[in-house]
């Protein structure tokens, strides 16, 4: 039977302040349990805040991402700042970064998404989403040096690889961007998205030049040319 009662790890603790009025004070350094929306939720965790948790980090997180999802930046941009001086975080770095690149402000969210990979850089999963929002934010330069310290279990990754080509690829070194492309018969990414449309930028710059033809390993089922 299907069981709509028994609470996972990720609701736990928003019952638990359902059912007992505190709102939980977790560790900084640990990832999220989960994210709760919604005006319900938002006015109940305002009233915890400003009766009993104005210094909880988490609480502050939360409702941050409540603002950021209504797209009330400022609102958001005030709730992550209070977070970041309760209790430092990677996961309020990287939400005050989203933040600044809907300002369009490049060096915060870049300074942002900087300070979010010290605190997570043995994260792999973290790393690839900090390596494209430092790509989107125009921060080449700063993937070009993150990936030079990272370890060879890390430089291996073909997301952190592809993100390295593209860094290059806007840096205009196009020559090395393709070779990197094209070594060992060519990169398979691991998990590449629909619309990630690098490969498809490449490709037509590749074809138009003088390099060798790109290579078949190359996965191109998101590929397209006009």
């Given at each position: ?220 089922q998101f590929v397209y040319t006009e």
């Amino acid at each position: 039977h299907l069981d709509f009662k028994s609470a996972d790890g990720r609701t736990k603790e928003m019952i638990e302040f359902l059912e007992t009025g505190i709102f939980p004070n977790p560790d900084p350094a640990e990832p999220p349990m989960d994210y709760v929306y919604g005006d319900a939720w938002q006015k109940l965790l305002q009233a915890e805040v400003k009766e009993n948790a104005a210094d909880n980090w988490y609480a502050h997180l939360q409702l941050g991402l409540m603002q950021f999802q209504k797209n009330d930046l400022e609102r958001a941009e005030m709730e992550f700042t209070r977070s970041l001086e309760c209790g430092e975080s990677a996961w309020a770095h990287y939400a005050m970064a989203n933040v600044y690149v809907q300002l369009e402000d490049k060096p915060a969210a870049i300074r942002h998404t900087l300070e979010a990979i010290k605190m997570r850089d043995s994260d792999l999963g973290f790393l690839k989403v900090c390596f494209k929002l430092l790509i989107v934010m125009g921060g080449y330069a700063q993937v070009i040096e993150l990936y030079k310290k990272l370890p060879d279990s890390f430089k291996a990754n073909t997301r952190l690889q592809l993100g390295k080509i593209e860094a290059l690829y806007n840096l205009d070194k196009k020559k090395e961007a393709f070779d990197l492309l094209c070594r060992d018969g060519g990169i398979e990414v691991d998990d590449i998205a629909e619309g990630d449309d690098i490969l498809t930028r490449l490709w037509n710059e590749l074809r138009e030049s003088k390099h060798d033809p790109i290579p078949q390993k190359i996965n191109f089922q998101f590929v397209y040319t006009e």
